[in-house]
């Protein structure tokens, strides 16, 4: 993986956002389905030539996008099915997402049962240098987020700024730090960085952190990052540490694990 777009992966984990306690967390299979087929129209439908760039989640450009299916075995005793999609749209707006399908957690017999979901889409426009003095890579962005249960679907506004880093061992990576002021819960909002660093061309250390601010709760931090080596053009494997704030909050949840995988890009 050569370029920032193909090294920096995502992979946020039952997460990244600001998102309620899931102490209930309900199952999701009524709503898997749906779930998919949301996932296949973001990840294909609007698909349109060109690509584009993500510092959370790689994969391999084609003339239809970059998308990725992952599976993970946690060491909290479930399985992670990891759905992710890049695509360029009209008029430089970027389309960005996952939908990570989860089964419960210490539960080894059922690892397989994917009971649990959670789906984040963004939607980035870059802004105008000019409009900025001459600033590059500022651009506004909107994102929405929703698992588990109805009613915790969240959306959230603000702006991005991402830039490359020029490594002193020759490689190239990347970084791009998000604010959200705005957001659909009024009471909440988030600041956020996502990064990749290759360390060689099979190597690199991609990943997140999250900080979420609440006025009537603590702040929780949604925190992973990922070693990922690039088998083949298409075929990866990871390694990543997971914290999640909100699961760690929950009486019947942890919220830190370490997950192991398989990634196929396309």
């Not at 992979?11 to 956002?17: E, G, I, P």
């Not at 239809?64 to 075995?73: E, R």
Request: hydrophobic share 40%; aromatic share 12%; net charge negative.
């Amino acid at each position: 993986m050569l370029s920032l777009a193909d090294h920096i992966r995502r992979r946020k984990n039952a997460n990244r956002s600001d998102n309620r306690d899931r102490s209930a967390a309900g199952t999701c299979e009524p709503l898997l389905p749906a779930v998919l087929a949301i996932c296949l129209v973001l990840s294909t439908s609007v698909a349109l030539a060109g690509t584009g760039s993500s510092p959370d989640r790689p994969s391999l450009a084609s003339f239809w996008g970059k998308h990725s299916v992952g599976n993970y075995i946690d060491s909290r005793g479930y399985h992670t099915l990891a759905l992710n999609s890049e695509v360029d749209l009209p008029l430089s707006f970027k389309l960005w997402g996952f939908t990570d399908i989860h089964g419960n957690q210490k539960d080894v017999a059922g690892r397989f049962a994917f009971e649990r979901y959670f789906m984040e889409y963004r939607l980035l426009r870059e802004l105008p240098a000019e409009w900025l003095f001459g600033l590059g890579g500022v651009g506004a962005i909107v994102e929405y987020n929703d698992f588990d249960r109805p009613g915790n679907s969240l959306l959230r506004t603000g702006l991005y700024y991402g830039t490359a880093l020029q490594l002193p061992w020759g490689q190239k990576g990347g970084v791009q730090c998000r604010v959200f002021p705005i957001e659909s819960r009024k009471d909440r909002w988030q600041i956020s960085l996502g990064y990749g660093i290759p360390i060689t061309d099979k190597l690199s250390l991609t990943g997140f952190a999250d900080l979420n601010f609440h006025s009537d709760g603590p702040d929780r931090w949604v925190i992973e990052p990922q070693l990922n080596y690039a088998l083949s053009e298409s075929l990866s494997v990871l390694l990543e540490f997971r914290y999640n704030g909100f699961e760690d909050d929950a009486p019947n949840l942890d919220g830190t694990g370490i997950a192991a995988g398989l990634q196929i890009s396309f």
